[in-house]
């Protein structure tokens, strides 16, 4: 079972991005769920997604989970919020920030001694996609962090489940994925 | 007017919304009349978008209310179309006053129930408030635990409720957020196997046959109500569960997968078991695997028809069982919770010697962990091995403060 965890502002697509990775992974086989916390959350508000895998179907409905990975696709939320609740020793963050990965573990010494990745998914979306909706800039950081599959073999597949967007936002969103992809350090 | 069909994978990847949207689309409809509440809204909303691509041949009746929403689909129903809508928990106690209508009027109507605690204090996530508000409505009630049942349940909510011997209106019900908006892998039926399985809608008594007057929504006094209220009842006990049981066969054919009025896992030997509803069967059916690696032989009894009640694949199912917990999602307001009373029911009068305990849990959507039922298979085991029930006969899992238990 691989487990993720997102958090994320209410309108930053985290829920989005959870919905097609999940559709990504199940092309492959693997049983997915992907669900999110909202309450009556607004546009702005903190909020998780998540993300299960397996090679099983997947019973369990708890919402509890002790993450494989988190993803933090707002900068803010590192210190707003503690995304290090519930982790395991071997938990992976991917973290959007203009800081380096060092700078942010000294910033937020809670992630001191974690394995933390850092990539600007707000900065990349801004200057690719036009607007911050960091979400599948992540899901690009973490084919690279998680050698999960072949980055074309994601982009395809991403291009498929935006298709009912517009040529230029589908084929922004892919620059942005690969971006993040070689970006994320 | 030609409609589109729809190109579906064999496998997509849907939330419970969605997949009951495409059920609606799938069994093309005639009316929807619908007003929006959290979680339910995709639904509707869904079968609207696909009307207006032309995927779905019907109407999109937009109401001022969940009680005009029902009200617009009792007369699309009386006026002879395949009608269905869907709503949760505030919008479902609006809509009480027109479900028992529609019973009594032996209207099929499908109604998605997507769960939710009832106000106050305000709440939008699951819980079972509103399940068991309606359950006397007079309505056939299904329940989904994950996004693959809330779609399969509506294709056969239909066989049955329109089937000329029955003609009573089913709910299909799956958890707020944690079926409704909870993304999984969902094995789809073409849409020609998906209307075939459904079958194309024959009228009753339909309003707009004119060579056939007939009048719907009489009144009848003490001259004829009970008989009138008898006779349904009569047929939700003897015609009902059969119909119900050749639409699950018919299903299983068609798709492989198989519907149990009560769903049994890990029964055959169990000597403890939780019985329970919506996503908790799930959950419990992974912890009671996990149990069985400890040696407490767990098993786990989901309810899938809760109307009619299967009174007797309950006795059946629980009959060796030593030690059962029914767990209830909803606030039993000064009682034992329901599941509790009904398996009571199910169990006296037979040689069970079964131990049974009430709990009370995940109430506003709060979560019902693995952790929590692992505590609970030990309870039961340990009240197993004493040979009698070692706690109050009602407790609350997961709530915060002082331990309430009652009875």
């Known amino acids: 079972m691989l487990e993720i965890r997102w958090h994320s502002r209410a309108g930053q697509g985290a829920v989005t991005g959870a919905k097609g990775l999940a559709d990504v992974i199940s092309t492959t086989g693997k049983h997915v769920q992907a669900f999110a916390f909202y309450g009556s959350a607004k546009r702005g508000a903190a909020m998780t997604a998540y993300n299960r895998v397996d090679d099983k179907v997947i019973m369990n409905h708890e919402k509890y989970m002790e993450p494989d990975y988190v993803f933090v696709i707002d900068p803010a939320l590192v210190f707003t919020s503690d995304v290090t609740i519930n982790a395991k020793e071997s938990t992976k963050y991917i973290i959007t920030t203009h800081l380096s990965t060092e700078e942010l573990q000294k910033a937020q010494p809670k992630l001191e001694g974690k394995e933390v990745y850092t990539v600007d998914c707000i900065k990349i979306a801004q200057e690719t996609i036009g607007r911050a909706i960091p979400n599948t800039p992540m899901l690009g950081a973490f084919m690279r962090v998680s050698e999960m599959y072949d980055i074309e073999f994601f982009k395809e597949n991403m291009k498929r489940i935006l298709a009912k967007l517009p040529q230029k936002i589908v084929d922004a969103n892919m620059i942005a994925i690969q971006r993040a992809y070689d970006e994320v350090k | ?407």
């Open chain 2, 1 to 407: 007017m030609a409609f589109d069909k729809m190109e579906l994978r064999d496998i997509e990847v849907w939330d419970g919304n969605f997949a009951a949207a495409q059920a609606l689309r799938q069994a093309q409809v005639d009316v929807v009349a619908a007003y929006p509440i959290t979680p339910s809204t995709p639904i509707v909303e869904g079968y609207a978008k696909f009307k207006s691509d032309n995927y779905v041949e019907g109407e999109f009746v937009m109401v001022e209310s969940e009680h005009a929403a029902m009200s617009g689909c009792i007369g699309a129903a009386a006026a002879g179309g395949r009608v269905a809508t869907a709503t949760s928990s505030q919008g479902f106690a609006l809509m009480v006053e027109t479900l028992y209508q529609a019973a009594g009027m032996r209207l099929p109507i499908v109604l998605n129930v997507v769960n939710r605690a009832l106000a106050a204090p305000l709440n939008v996530n699951g819980d079972h408030s509103d399940m068991y508000l309606g359950r006397d409505s007079g309505w056939i009630q299904f329940d989904a635990y994950c996004p693959q049942e809330a779609y399969d349940l509506n294709f056969i909510a239909f066989k049955v409720s329109e089937d000329h011997d029955v003609r009573i209106p089913a709910v299909v019900n799956q958890d707020g957020f944690m079926t409704s908006h909870t993304a999984q892998g969902v094995h789809t039926l073409t849409d020609d196997d998906a209307y075939g399985f459904v079958g194309t809608y024959k009228p009753m008594n339909d309003m707009l046959d004119f060579e056939h007057p007939v009048t719907h929504g009489v009144q009848t006094e003490e001259d004829w109500h009970f008989e009138h209220k008898a006779r349904q009842h009569n047929d939700m006990m003897t015609i009902v569960p059969g119909k119900i049981e050749e639409a699950f066969a018919a299903f299983e054919k068609l798709t492989g997968r198989k519907y149990n009025k009560v769903e049994c896992y890990d029964m055959d030997d169990a000597d403890v078991a939780v019985v329970c509803m919506g996503t908790s069967v799930e959950t419990a059916r992974e912890v009671a695997k996990e149990m069985r690696e400890e040696g407490i032989k767990a098993g786990v009894v989901g309810i899938r028809v809760l109307r009619p009640f299967p009174f007797f694949e309950i006795a059946k199912a629980l009959k060796d069982v030593k030690a059962v917990a029914a767990l209830d999602r909803s606030a039993p307001g000064g009682a034992a919770g329901m599941l509790f009373n009904e398996i009571a029911g199910s169990l006296f009068n037979t040689d069970s010697k079964m131990l049974l305990s009430g709990y009370i849990y995940g109430l506003g959507g709060r979560d019902l962990t693995k952790a929590h039922l692992v505590d609970l298979y030990k309870e039961l085991q340990a009240n197993a091995d004493a040979g009698k029930v070692l706690t109050k006969q009602q407790q609350f899992i997961g709530v915060r403060g002082p331990k309430l238990a009652y009875l």
